[in-house]
């Protein structure tokens, strides 16, 4: 896991930590700790693995959630915050039953596979959510962010925000997409 990482994966911590009224004593490993003194409320936090790379070219983003796991960062930082884990395991494209029939005029690549993938990570995201009081999915490619926002929207309808972060502009349509990409149009079908 790289150091900005779990740089970012601490303050995350620490700041559900102060949501949620839980103490925290958690350090990245180089020497960055941070304090939040509070009485604990544990919980539940349900985790998801998005084995998907199906939105772009590049091999590997679909490890993803295997590495996070592996590294044991995660897992220990939230049982140092004092809550449980539920883990649902990983959704890969093998996983899906009904993949929609393929677009015959489209230029972004493998539109049907990830509309099928996306409409089973939305329902995955509701069902933890329904259980578990937070969901932490582990991606995967960023064209996993169309399903986990929708199962958020759909189940957490009055008190959701969603802050989403990229190097590219994302601005694209599918008629102007140069690199047939579904990232490149993920800023449009997210408004």
């Known amino acids: 896991?790289?150091?900005?990482?779990?740089?970012?994966?601490?303050?995350?911590?620490?700041?559900?930590?102060?949501?949620?009224?839980?103490?925290?004593v958690l350090g990245d490993g180089f020497g960055n700790a941070g304090y939040?003194?509070?009485e604990p409320s544990p919980m539940t936090v349900g985790i998801i693995g998005a084995a998907f790379r199906g939105g772009q070219r590049r091999v590997g983003t679909d490890h993803g959630p295997h590495a996070i796991r592996h590294g044991g960062f995660l897992e220990a930082a939230i049982r140092a915050l004092g809550?449980?884990?539920?883990?649902?395991?990983?959704?890969?494209?093998?996983?899906?039953?009904n993949i929609q029939p393929k677009l015959a005029k489209t230029?972004?690549?493998?539109?049907?596979?990830?509309?099928?993938?996306?409409?089973?990570?939305?329902?995955?995201?509701?069902q933890s959510l329904r259980e578990n009081k937070l969901t932490i999915v582990l991606g995967g490619d960023h064209s996993i962010a169309v399903g986990t926002v929708h199962g958020h929207a759909t189940t957490v309808v009055d008190d959701l925000a969603v802050v989403y972060v990229d190097a590219h502009a994302d601005i694209n349509t599918p008629m102007t997409s140069h690199t047939?990409?579904?990232?490149?149009?993920?800023?449009?079908?997210?408004?």
Do not use: C, P, W
């Open 1 to 24: 896991m790289s150091t900005m990482m779990i740089r970012r994966l601490s303050r995350f911590l620490a700041a559900s930590a102060r949501q949620n009224n839980v103490g925290l």
């Open 107 to 126: 230029r972004i690549n493998n539109v049907h596979i990830i509309g099928s993938y996306m409409k089973e990570m939305s329902q995955r995201v509701q």
């Open 83 to 97: 809550h449980e884990i539920k883990d649902y395991g990983d959704l890969r494209v093998e996983d899906l039953q």
């Open 36 to 38: 939040h003194s509070m």
């Open 180 to 191: 047939g990409r579904n990232a490149s149009v993920a800023a449009v079908r997210r408004i």
